[in-house]
């Protein structure tokens, strides 16, 4: 006991901020003030510059090759021009991605336009131009059509662009589903959540037009954006510019279309529907395998079936008599079963005979023929005092809750066929000029209705994102951005299934709005101001039962915090779902949804860039951001008055961030240099002795209680100590070596910080002890670290095929896991204490779509290996839970997949029609055969099977006038592969082979969903 508490009292010194020295801070003070003064020239300003492009180039004499000086290069159709200089040499930044007319002009020359330039964000797109002398009578421009580069010398480190036309033609209409097509990426089977070459999923950042769209409570993606609304999605996997902090394993920067000079639109509607795996229904049956892997029906209630029982089936009666056996006696012992409700059966077989009472009189009805009193086996009475009444197809619990058998009938229709609605996803999108081309507009909307696989798992919701671009001067931009992304999930039942009113319903809703001002002071200078907020809420109860237990407050029929667990039982308004089925303690049968809870995050954000082409060779960048996360949770699970969890936190943290970056770029040699700093300041108090965390009340030695803000009231931390700010300096260098114009090296190293999620800093704030089990937040953790290094080579074969490799490492630590307090009140929180290590290899071919060729496509391979001393931020609690002896090796992670193939082909066919294919090969995923042992486990030593899928799209287009129709059939596991999910419990899967619950049942969620097939039209204009 003295050794782990002096281990604890050890622990908060990892979790403390290491002051750096005086002199230390001098320097990266007047560091970081330099950049400040040069960023004040300019004012304050923000916003990623990796959500612009540059266009640059050399303008010569074709006859000569001699530089032309003071030619004019310009963006046909926009106010965007450059003038070369002495060398030929023109330069225009803070250019929208996407498709251009670049044209260079001269007097005495005839004019050249090269036309579809692609710009590409954060990336040079180089244009030289080759001008003509003309004769007085030669006033004809020359056009040429751009050919887009396939090795892009100006990139040092693993990304890729993905393009809207890529995007259109892929079978995904999710950014996760298309991420899941990119090399280096590992999707979780249980859960789908991405991992990026052997991070964590939260280690991800994503960015819509420079905002970023983090949940800051659980990081992950937090709103949904329609594919349709995306001009390009840059995949950023091998390490990234001084200009993206706050992640360590990748960038996914999406990048919303603008509009143009001439309208345009889309209307897309799809509809399909799920097909079966193998022709098995839904459900399969529960299964167990000691009884030759032979169905069960499940028995809610002593002698209430679900399911008509089989032969072989033993009821519940304390016997190993079976329903066969009783079904051959004869007379009184003879079993007897009766359908009372569809699919519902009884078992009356033991039921006392009573007398038919006739309602009128109230008295015994006899038999007229007889004379005879009428005896028959109902209502029944079971020995703990529960009540069958088979005529109004009710069950009386012994506490008085009733519960109406007719509800289970449509659950037993569902286990034997569909009954599910299509899915249904109608999209619209327009965008053109408002005001003479000055003001431009791009919208895109979209509503869909998801059925899921499993019953009850619908879901619907609809996304609108739009963007103004007003030019107020042909050097003064203003752009407002908009995301609105609203949801409903119904959730798929799992022990709750035969409870269809007590299911929980989550409501998701997501905003982003960015407004940008930005200003070129010349063609190579710039600057932006940006102001951005993301907002996200999540909500999840059993309708009409939501209640807050801080402030007292429910709705009707709900849960009444001023009454005691079990007077709201006796007042009916809560039940908790502890009436478990007579054979089978894996479903609930009866009772509330015991577990409540709302959220909310709103991210504002400031920040600026300030941009200059100082020389043909230099681009400096310099960017100062501030942001505000207001993160607000509060919910509750109630296992009774003895066992209720509350949690509740209200914080705003703040950070600061500041970067400057040199974009070097030579004949020989491309050079991203740069640097990051990073302050961040939590919120919060913590006890300072983690061992005596609260206030006792000195007459009986309880928590002692704070009601000045809730009437409930909230314990009192002893001795609070606020969380020290945390300073975070971040080099990173990347450099590309081109060795021709068709091979280039390149090699990435930095250093990536990222603040742990808000349910790790303050999970349980308030420090409420009613629960069984306690787990505490920290709000003094270290940011999370991670050191990363790449190399690899890119190599054009023929004017459509390309091929790289690229080899990686990663050393990560700081990462969360959990140390268990134990005094009276034990609990555990929240530590920097994990490492991991990721080593691998990418190899992608790619052969791109030419005029050549009705053939293109990609297939790359990824070899990574994620070790670490855990996957689980409840390894250190688990460890004590489990009395097994501490992790002190590395073992592969939850995410560990060795070998990731990917493949997508585009096959376009004669009579515009084409053929689009997605495919993906991954090893299997480790488990621990036998977690829960008091012996050391072998952790993550075995592996699920290997999973496989293929999705394909078949489209046909036709022409009518200036539209063009297209008509499509959107198929996903076109093969209805089943791959294997989840194998439930690894004891008996490992025994019997199947995935398996501990108590012998399978569940649909084992599997992967079927094939699903959408057919649809569109219509462009």
């Given at each position: 006991?003295?050794?782990?508490?002096a281990?604890?009292?050890?622990?908060?010194?990892?979790?403390?901020?290491?002051?750096?020295?005086?002199?230390?801070?001098?320097?990266?003070?007047?560091?970081?003030?330099?950049?400040?003064?040069?960023?004040?020239?300019?004012?304050?300003?923000?916003?990623?510059a990796?959500?612009?492009?540059?266009?640059?180039?050399?303008?010569?004499?074709?006859?000569?090759?001699?530089?032309?000086?003071?030619?004019?290069?310009?963006?046909?159709?926009?106010?965007?021009?450059?003038?070369?200089?002495?060398?030929?040499?023109?330069?225009?930044?803070?250019?929208?991605?996407?498709g251009?007319?670049?044209?260079?002009?001269?007097?005495?020359?005839?004019?050249?336009?090269?036309?579809?330039?692609?710009?590409?964000a954060?990336?040079?797109?180089t244009?030289n131009?080759?001008?003509?002398?003309?004769?007085?009578?030669?006033?004809?421009?020359?056009?040429?059509?751009?050919?887009?580069?396939?090795?892009?010398?100006?990139?040092?480190?693993?990304?890729?662009?993905?393009?809207?036309?890529?995007?259109?033609?892929?079978?995904?209409?999710t950014?996760?589903?298309?991420?899941?097509?990119?090399?280096?990426?590992?999707?979780?089977?249980?859960?789908?959540?991405?991992?990026?070459?052997?991070?964590?999923?939260?280690?991800?950042?994503?960015?819509?037009?420079?905002?970023?769209?983090?949940?800051?409570?659980?990081?992950?993606?937090?709103?949904?954006?329609?594919?349709?609304a995306?001009?390009?999605m840059?995949?950023?996997?091998?390490?990234?510019?001084?200009e993206?902090?706050?992640?360590?394993?990748?960038?996914?920067?999406?990048?919303t279309?603008?509009?143009?000079?001439?309208?345009?639109?889309?209307?897309?509607?799809?509809?399909?529907?799920?097909?079966?795996h193998?022709?098995?229904?839904?459900?399969?049956s529960?299964?167990?395998?000691?009884?030759?892997?032979?169905?069960?029906?499940?028995?809610?209630?002593?002698?209430?079936?679900?399911?008509?029982?089989?032969?072989?089936?033993?009821?519940?009666?304390?016997?190993?008599?079976?329903?066969?056996?009783?079904?051959?006696?004869?007379?009184?012992d003879?079993?007897?079963?009766?359908?009372?409700?569809?699919?519902?059966?009884?078992?009356r077989?033991?039921n006392?005979?009573?007398p038919?009472?006739d309602?009128?009189?109230?008295?015994?009805?006899?038999?007229?023929?007889?004379?005879?009193?009428?005896?028959?086996r109902?209502?029944?009475?079971?020995?703990?005092?529960?009540?069958?009444?088979y005529?109004?197809?009710?069950?009386?619990?012994?506490?008085?809750?009733?519960?109406?058998?007719?509800?289970?009938?449509?659950?037993?229709?569902?286990?034997?066929?569909?009954?599910?609605?299509?899915?249904?996803?109608g999209?619209?999108?327009?965008?053109?000029?408002?005001?003479?081309?000055?003001?431009?507009?791009?919208?895109?909307?979209?509503?869909?209705?998801?059925?899921?696989?499993?019953p009850?798992?619908?879901?619907?919701?609809?996304?609108?994102?739009?963007?103004?671009?007003?030019?107020?001067?042909?050097?003064?931009?203003?752009?407002a951005?908009?995301?609105?992304?609203?949801?409903?999930?119904?959730?798929?039942?799992?022990?709750?299934?035969?409870?269809?009113?007590?299911?929980?319903?989550?409501?998701?809703?997501?905003?982003?709005?960015?407004?940008?001002?930005?200003?070129?002071?010349?063609?190579?200078?710039?600057?932006?101001?940006?102001?951005?907020?993301?907002?996200?809420?999540?909500?999840?109860?059993?309708?009409?039962?939501?209640?807050?237990?801080?402030?007292?407050?429910?709705?009707?029929?709900?849960?009444?915090?001023?009454?005691s667990?079990?007077q709201?039982?006796?007042?009916?308004?809560?039940?908790?779902?502890a009436?478990?089925?007579?054979?089978?303690?894996t479903?609930?049968?009866?009772g509330?949804?015991?577990?409540?809870?709302?959220?909310?995050?709103?991210?504002?954000i400031?920040?600026?860039?300030?941009?200059?082409?100082?020389?043909?060779?230099?681009?400096?960048?310099?960017?100062?951001?501030?942001?505000?996360?207001?993160?607000?949770?509060?919910g509750?699970?109630n296992?009774?008055?003895?066992?209720?969890?509350?949690?509740?936190?209200?914080?705003?943290?703040?950070?600061?961030?500041?970067?400057?970056?040199?974009?070097?770029?030579?004949?020989?040699?491309?050079v991203?240099?740069?640097?990051?700093?990073?302050?961040?300041?939590?919120?919060g108090?913590?006890?300072?002795?983690?061992?005596?965390?609260?206030?006792?009340?000195?007459?009986?030695?309880?928590?002692?209680?704070?009601?000045?803000?809730?009437?409930v009231?909230?314990?009192?931390?002893?001795?609070?100590?606020?969380?020290?700010t945390?300073?975070?300096?971040?080099?990173?260098?990347?450099?590309?070596?081109?060795?021709t114009?068709?091979?280039?090296?390149?090699?990435?190293?930095?250093?990536?910080?990222?603040?742990?999620?808000?349910?790790?800093?303050?999970?349980?704030l308030?420090?409420?002890?009613?629960?069984?089990?306690?787990?505490k937040?920290?709000p003094?953790?270290?940011?999370?670290?991670?050191?990363?290094?790449?190399?690899?080579?890119?190599?054009?074969?023929?004017?459509?095929?390309?091929?790289?490799?690229?080899?990686?490492?990663?050393?990560?630590?700081?990462?969360?896991?959990?140390?268990?307090?134990?005094?009276?009140?034990?609990?555990?929180?929240?530590?920097?204490?994990?490492?991991?290590?990721?080593?691998?290899?990418?190899?992608?071919?790619?052969?791109?779509?030419?005029?050549?060729?009705p053939?293109?496509?990609m297939?790359?391979?990824?070899?990574?290996?994620?070790?670490?001393?855990?996957?689980?931020?409840?390894?250190g609690?688990l460890?004590?839970?489990?009395?097994?002896?501490?992790?002190?090796?590395?073992?592969?992670?939850?995410?560990?997949?060795?070998?990731?193939?990917?493949?997508?082909l585009?096959?376009?066919?004669?009579?515009?029609?084409?053929?689009?294919?997605?495919?993906?090969?991954?090893?299997g995923?480790p488990?621990?055969?036998?977690?829960?042992?008091?012996?050391?486990?072998?952790?993550?030593?075995?592996?699920?099977?290997?999973?496989?899928?293929?999705?394909?799209l078949?489209?046909?287009?036709?022409?009518?006038?200036?539209?063009?129709?297209t008509?499509?059939?959107?198929?996903?596991?076109?093969?209805?592969?089943?791959?294997?999910?989840?194998?439930?419990?690894a004891?008996?899967?490992?025994?019997?082979?199947?995935?398996?619950?501990?108590?012998?049942?399978?569940?649909?969620?084992?599997?992967?969903?079927?094939?699903?097939?959408?057919?649809?039209?569109?219509?462009?204009?």
């Open positions: 006991m003295l050794n782990d508490l281990r604890l009292q050890h622990v908060p010194e990892k979790t403390r901020s290491r002051p750096l020295k005086v002199d230390n801070i001098f320097k990266i003070s007047l560091f970081f003030l330099s950049i400040v003064t040069c960023l004040a020239v300019v004012g304050t300003y923000s916003t990623d990796s959500t612009i492009g540059k266009i640059s180039g050399i303008v010569t004499d074709e006859a000569t090759n001699q530089p032309i000086t003071n030619a004019k290069v310009s963006i046909v159709g926009t106010n965007t021009t450059a003038t070369t200089n002495d060398s030929g040499y023109y330069v225009m930044t803070n250019i929208d991605p996407g251009y007319d670049v044209q260079a002009e001269l007097a005495g020359y005839r004019s050249k336009t090269v036309q579809a330039t692609t710009v590409l954060g990336l040079t797109t244009i131009f080759a001008l003509e002398v003309a004769d007085v009578a030669e006033l004809e421009g020359v056009t040429v059509i751009a050919t887009k580069p396939l090795i892009k010398k100006d990139v040092t480190q693993t990304t890729r662009i993905i393009e809207a036309d890529e995007i259109a033609s892929m079978p995904r209409d950014v996760n589903g298309i991420l899941q097509t990119q090399a280096g990426v590992a999707a979780l089977n249980s859960s789908g959540s991405l991992h990026i070459r052997g991070g964590r999923s939260m280690e991800i950042k994503y960015l819509i037009d420079g905002i970023p769209v983090n949940d800051p409570i659980g990081r992950g993606l937090g709103l949904q954006i329609s594919t349709n995306l001009e390009q840059e995949v950023i996997t091998g390490g990234f510019n001084a993206h902090g706050d992640a360590q394993s990748g960038v996914i920067n999406l990048i279309k603008a509009g143009t000079n001439k309208f345009s639109g889309r209307i897309r509607y799809r509809v399909g529907q799920w097909a079966q193998h022709g098995d229904p839904i459900y399969g529960w299964l167990d395998p000691d009884n030759g892997f032979r169905p069960v029906a499940l028995e809610p209630f002593r002698g209430i079936f679900i399911g008509k029982p089989h032969d072989y089936q033993t009821p519940y009666r304390g016997n190993p008599i079976t329903i066969s056996e009783l079904a051959s006696r004869e007379g009184d003879k079993v007897v079963f009766t359908e009372i409700a569809p699919g519902v059966y009884a078992d077989t033991d006392p005979l009573q038919v009472i309602p009128e009189t109230g008295e015994d009805k006899v038999d007229p023929e007889t004379g005879e009193v009428i005896m028959t109902q209502p029944y009475m079971d020995t703990d005092g529960t009540v069958i009444d005529e109004k197809k009710q069950v009386t619990l012994i506490d008085g809750y009733v519960v109406d058998l007719e509800q289970y009938s449509g659950l037993f229709n569902d286990t034997k066929k569909y009954g599910l609605s299509p899915s249904h996803i999209e619209f999108a327009l965008s053109g000029p408002i005001l003479d081309n000055r003001l431009t507009f791009s919208f895109a909307s979209q509503l869909r209705r998801d059925e899921g696989y499993y009850n798992s619908n879901s619907g919701g609809h996304t609108l994102q739009g963007k103004l671009k007003f030019e107020v001067t042909p050097q003064l931009k203003l752009t951005s908009g995301l609105y992304d609203i949801r409903e999930f119904n959730n798929y039942g799992g022990s709750l299934r035969f409870v269809p009113n007590a299911i929980e319903v989550d409501n998701r809703d997501g905003r982003s709005l960015s407004v940008q001002l930005s200003h070129n002071i010349n063609s190579g200078t710039f600057y932006a101001l940006t102001f951005g907020q993301f907002y996200r809420s999540y909500d999840s109860h059993q309708p009409g039962r939501a209640w807050d237990p801080l402030n007292k407050t429910f709705e009707e029929n709900a849960y009444n915090p001023e009454l667990f079990e709201n039982q006796e007042e009916g308004r809560i039940r908790n779902p009436q478990q089925a007579y054979n089978d303690t479903y609930d049968v009866a509330d949804n015991n577990f409540w809870t709302t959220r909310n995050s709103t991210t504002s400031f920040k600026g860039v300030f941009a200059s082409q100082v020389t043909e060779n230099h681009q400096i960048q310099t960017g100062i951001e501030f942001s505000t996360n207001h993160l607000y949770n509060l509750t699970t296992y009774g008055s003895s066992n209720l969890y509350v949690e509740y936190y209200d914080v705003t943290p703040t950070s600061i961030s500041l970067y400057a970056q040199d974009k070097m770029e030579y004949e020989g040699m491309i991203n240099a740069g640097i990051r700093y990073d302050v961040y300041n939590p919120d108090v913590s006890p300072e002795d983690p061992t005596d965390p609260l206030v006792l009340n000195e007459e009986d030695g309880t928590i002692k209680l704070d009601k000045s803000e809730f009437p009231g909230v314990p009192i931390i002893k001795d609070p100590v606020e969380p020290t945390k300073h975070m300096v971040a080099p990173r260098l990347g450099i590309s070596f081109p060795i114009d068709r091979a280039k090296l390149h090699f990435t190293y930095g250093h990536y910080y990222q603040i742990p999620r808000g349910d790790d800093l303050y999970e349980n308030n420090f409420d002890m009613r629960g069984a089990i306690r787990r937040g920290n003094d953790l270290e940011p999370e670290r991670t050191i990363a290094y790449e190399v690899g080579i890119a190599q054009q074969f023929t004017d459509d095929l390309t091929f790289d490799i690229t080899g990686f490492t990663k050393d990560i630590d700081n990462l969360v896991n959990s140390v268990y307090v134990e005094i009276s009140n034990d609990y555990s929180y929240f530590i920097n204490d994990i490492y991991g290590r990721v080593q691998g290899f990418e190899l992608t071919i790619r052969k791109w779509r030419t005029g050549n060729s053939v293109s496509g297939l790359s391979y990824t070899y990574s290996v994620a070790k670490g001393k855990g996957s689980s931020r409840n390894l609690y460890t004590y839970y489990r009395q097994q002896p501490e992790v002190t090796e590395s073992h592969p992670l939850s995410w560990d997949q060795r070998h990731i193939v990917s493949a997508f585009d096959i376009q066919l004669p009579f515009a029609s084409a053929v689009n294919f997605v495919g993906r090969y991954a090893s995923l488990y621990t055969p036998n977690p829960r042992a008091p012996i050391k486990p072998s952790i993550n030593s075995k592996r699920y099977p290997a999973t496989y899928n293929v999705d394909a078949v489209s046909k287009r036709s022409r009518i006038g200036a539209m063009t129709y008509f499509f059939a959107d198929i996903r596991n076109i093969f209805n592969t089943k791959n294997l999910y989840n194998i439930l419990d004891v008996t899967y490992d025994r019997y082979g199947i995935p398996l619950t501990a108590q012998k049942h399978s569940s649909p969620i084992s599997w992967s969903s079927p094939r699903l097939v959408m057919v649809g039209v569109s219509l462009d204009f």
